[in-house]
């Protein structure tokens, strides 16, 4: 039983793509000073003034009722009310280096945190020390629809006043600061920088920017001042260790001989051992697990009907003001939005040292707020289910710190999620942070707590043990992502070092790179953005579902080039591969590409009839066996029908007609139907199909059109767009489309073994638009760009270049020197056969790929990857080229009509209507209106 999509409605304050606006940081470098605390507009605190419930803009939070589903599709558990935060988008958390002396500097930002401030209008304050309204932090930022590496330099010059000297680099696995209720995700990022002039920086502004500090500090001072207490964020914390580990810089944690001394070494039960997870076996069981067992497979989630009395989190709308040292207002008072809940964090470490090293206590819990991941369009691409593997976490009262209260507290949370009963006593740590304290009051506190291995007997099904070095494996993976655990497994590896090496996943360093840089970019997107910046940014600002259009398994090879140059013309006419039309620029080339993304997820048949093996259907004379071109040119006439009711009624219609064809300068159909009384989506399938693929004028639209002024508005769209679609597809490209293939039985056999559609049943394709369109538009929600890289080479390196080699079959049996000819065919099959392998294997490794974290899975499909582009592309291609340049092969002074071109097979086919069919296009539209009996606008 599949997840449901949550459609989640936050109302009409919430305007994500709004949001997303706002908040994305122009590159430009802002202007930073050497910090002087003296200077008077030095910002010391925020003033609390007003604080009231109220709906923010910023972040969404919603009530869900949710059904927990196992593997085998069972129910579990139904009705389960959850709270959750939608955040607009992912975020980036930039650690900014440099090297001087033999030691390495990172860059910390003091900002203003005015949301922390609800705390007090809770009342949540235990701890006081924060509620100045200010907090030194890891800079991040939201991720750009550019991708990370982008987003990363935005960081760099408007919140650190930094210059690059090397590209940004992934540090691992993505994090979860906040699971329990938000599904952001945070991915580490590095640079490094150009040594500062200066110790500290500071650049002025208003409200939340009113004072931005950088300072840099050394790594090892970094993890002496959280340990201190001095800095109370964890994500600095565990992007510092990754660095240090990334660059084999030495760090050590001041608590480390405190907390070794704690417990004394223990042989686990037979109970215990049954249940140590190695890497292995939990990247196993979080992939597939078991049908029969009670772990959450799958969360379906329903906002709620009506909210709860005392929801788990709520909305406040704070007001504050900017203070000076003796308390005077800096600026105007300014209003914040922040999420507050009613109970902190504790983060238990259920551990025990277990024959020498370290075994922590880890959950498989179900964090439903994740599921809402699918509702969103993320450029960041990361699997999304509500299983996760997770520490020991739970809600605590701010005011439970005295011993009784505390111990009382940890040992309940660590029983109910573990079912573990024999714990020594909780040992408080002294550190506190905060998970996202941007717009999140969230605090989290932690403790250990020991267990006895030797007498664990019984814990709940969900619950395994981990060396915490394989804990780190995994985060570095990317399959455990849970920032509580991950802290706490540093804390007790740094304590008790493992005597056995963690069980990393091996391979090439290259490999590794690999995925990281394809993870650091969106290639679809860069190579149109290069090609139509920026309006197609300005296109993904009013229509989110663009970048559904462009995410995975499009196999869009986009390119730059001249119009009406041979490589723009083969792009225009190729079957497989699109591009925006070179002679159109801007949102009309957008609109165009949402016509062309419904190709590529619907695309024609073939007119060979074939067997279920892919092989041809062939008469008694073995020849293949053809349908008529009526029964053929029904696929993709239909098709033709769909995509324009997608990208001209649909998206437009999504979007907001009059929105939408202001940004394109252009009317749609969407409006002409609209403004004909066809508003359902049958009565517009049914107009459109009427226009597009028979050629004729519905009568509501007649009737609209016949008065001058309609008629005046909607001719170019009417010539152009419907009745023009008619002339250019049904009457003259289908045709060609038809004869082209008819000669070519060869490679349209292989075109079918790998995977074309064959069977032309004219009942496949009509009646079926409206499932079809509601497939469409649930997805993909985010961009894979590991998917891209795999796609791309599938079908415009290793397809194309099958058929590229199979349609220079006719050529050889014509020009080769009869004692080659069957040499050169027994290569063709021996090279056709290498390719359509592997194609066949990137085929079979798509569905696979989920994410883009350094999961064994990923870091296998790289390697595939790169070995067949570096072996059989290559091969593919040079001898394609020697059969094309060889004059005992071809020759080519006999392929000049293929120069220039990347697929050969077909003929160029014209965009547009093709010379003479204008006046064909008038007869039609005159004949429309005169058969219902109305003037005819063009007499």
Not at 336 to 341: G, I, L
Not at 422 to 436: A, I, N, Q
Not at 626 to 636: I, K, N, T, V
Not at 743 to 761: F, H, K, R, S, T
Request: charged residues 25%.
């Amino acid at each position: 039983m599949p997840p449901a999509n949550p459609q989640f409605n936050s109302g009409t304050a919430f305007d994500r793509a709004a949001v997303r606006h706002a908040l994305a940081s122009p590159q430009q470098q802002r202007e930073f000073l050497p910090y002087d605390p003296q200077d008077a507009r030095a910002v010391a605190g925020v003033g609390l003034l007003a604080s009231v419930e109220a709906k923010t803009e910023v972040v969404a939070v919603g009530e869900f009722d949710c059904t927990h589903i196992s593997a085998s599709g069972n129910e579990l558990r139904r009705d389960i009310r959850v709270s959750a935060e939608v955040r607009p988008e992912d975020v980036i958390d930039l650690i900014a280096f440099f090297r001087r002396d033999g030691k390495i500097f990172a860059a910390v930002t003091e900002v203003n945190r005015p949301a922390l401030l609800a705390r007090e209008s809770e009342p949540l304050a235990s701890v006081t020390e924060q509620l100045t309204g200010r907090m030194t932090n890891l800079p991040g930022g939201y991720i750009t629809e550019d991708g990370p590496e982008s987003s990363a330099l935005s960081v760099l010059a408007q919140k650190i006043g930094a210059t690059a000297q090397d590209k940004p680099f992934s540090l691992g696995g993505s994090i979860l600061p906040n699971a329990g209720s938000s599904p952001e995700l945070a991915f580490p990022y590095a640079v490094e920088i150009k040594p500062p002039e200066h110790e500290a920086f500071v650049s002025y502004g208003d409200k939340l920017d009113g004072m931005r500090v950088v300072r840099f500090m050394e790594l090892q001072s970094i993890v002496d001042a959280y340990y201190q207490g001095a800095l109370h964020d964890p994500r600095l914390l565990e992007c510092t260790y990754r660095l240090a580990a990334r660059l084999e810089y030495p760090l050590t944690l001041p608590q480390q001989a405190e907390i070794a001394a704690l417990v004394r070494n223990d042989a686990p039960s037979e109970f215990v051992k049954s249940r140590i997870l190695t890497p292995r076996a939990a990247r196993e069981l979080m992939q597939d697990p078991p049908a029969d067992s009670s772990i959450v497979a799958s969360v379906i989630m329903k906002p709620a009907e009506a909210p709860s009395a005392q929801p788990f989190l709520g909305q406040r709308r704070l007001t504050v003001v900017n203070q000076a040292s003796n308390g005077d207002a800096l600026g105007q008072a300014y209003e914040v939005d922040a999420v507050v809940r009613s109970y902190d964090t504790l983060n238990v470490g259920c551990f025990s040292l277990a024959d020498g090293e370290p075994l922590l206590a880890v959950n498989i819990g179900v964090r439903e707020a994740l599921e809402l991941r699918e509702a969103e369009i993320r450029v960041m691409s990361v699997a999304t289910e509500a299983r996760n593997m997770e520490g020991v976490t739970g809600s605590i009262s701010p005011r439970a710190t005295d011993g009784h209260a505390f111990t009382a507290a940890a040992k309940y949370i660590a029983q109910s999620h573990t079912g573990i009963h024999v714990f020594e006593e909780p040992y408080p740590l002294s550190t506190y942070g905060f998970w996202s304290p941007g717009f999140n009051t969230s605090l989290y506190r932690e403790c250990l707590l020991p267990f006895r291995a030797s007498e664990v007997t019984h814990a709940s099904e969900n619950c395994y043990f981990m060396r915490a070095v394989d804990i780190l494996t995994l985060a570095d993976e990317g399959l455990i992502r849970d920032l509580a655990l991950i802290q706490m497994a540093r804390r007790l590896d740094a304590a008790y070092p493992s005597p056995n090496p963690p069980e990393a996943l091996n391979f090439p360093r290259p490999v590794i790179e690999f995925l990281d840089s394809v993870s650091t970019r969106n290639q679809r997107l860069a190579a149109i953005s290069r090609a139509y910046a920026p309006d197609l940014r300005e296109a993904m600002k009013f229509d989110p579902l663009l970048v559904t259009t462009l995410a995975g398994r499009l196999g869009m090879r986009a390119a730059t080039v001249e119009a009406g140059s041979k490589e723009a013309l083969f792009f225009e006419s190729h079957m497989e591969t699109y591009l925006f039309h070179p002679e159109m620029s801007g949102m009309e080339a957008i609109a165009f590409l949402e016509h062309d993304s419904w190709h590529y997820g619907h695309p024609d048949r073939l007119p060979f009839l074939s067997a279920a093996d892919g092989s041809l259907l062939r008469d008694s004379d073995g020849n293949p066996r053809l349908c008529s071109l009526s029964e053929y040119a029904q696929s993709p006439r239909e098709n033709e029908v769909d995509a324009l009711m997608f990208s001209e009624v649909i998206i437009p219609q999504r979007v907001g007609v009059q929105k939408f064809e202001s940004k394109t300068g252009a009317k749609t159909v969407a409006s002409l139907l609209i403004e004909s009384g066809l508003r359902t989506l049958e009565e517009q399938h049914a107009a459109v199909h009427l226009m597009a693929a028979e050629g004729k004028i519905p009568p509501a639209v007649a009737r609209f059109l016949a008065q001058d002024s309609n008629f005046a508005t909607y001719e170019t769209l009417l010539r152009e767009r419907l009745i023009g679609f008619y002339v250019r597809d049904v009457l003259h490209n289908i045709p060609l489309l038809y004869k082209a293939w008819s000669e070519m039985p060869e490679v349209a056999e292989l075109a079918i073994q790998m995977g074309a559609p064959a069977y032309n049943d004219p009942r496949v394709i009509p009646g079926t638009f409206r499932e079809r369109l509601e497939e469409a538009l649930r997805g993909p929600r985010s961009m894979n760009q590991l998917q891209d890289e795999i796609e791309d080479t599938r079908k415009n390196d290793l397809y194309l270049t099958i058929l590229n080699i199979a349609s220079l079959g006719r050529l050889i049996d014509v020009h080769a020197a009869p004692a080659y000819r069957d040499e050169l065919r027994g290569e063709m099959r021996e090279q056709i056969g290498k390719l359509f392998a592997a194609q066949k294997t990137l085929k079979d490794l798509l569905p696979t790929i989920r994410d883009v974290e350094r999961s064994e899975r990923n870091l296998r499909a790289c390697q595939t990857l790169l070995e067949i582009r570096a072996r059989v592309c290559r091969e593919g291609a040079a001898f394609f080229e020697r059969l094309v340049r060889d004059e005992q092969a071809i020759g080519l002074e006999n392929v000049t009509e293929l120069a220039g071109r990347k697929y050969v097979a077909f003929p160029l086919i014209p965009f547009g209507v093709p010379e003479g069919g204008q006046e064909t296009v008038s007869s039609l539209i005159s004949k429309g209106f005169t058969e219902l009996g109305l003037r005819d606008p063009l007499s």
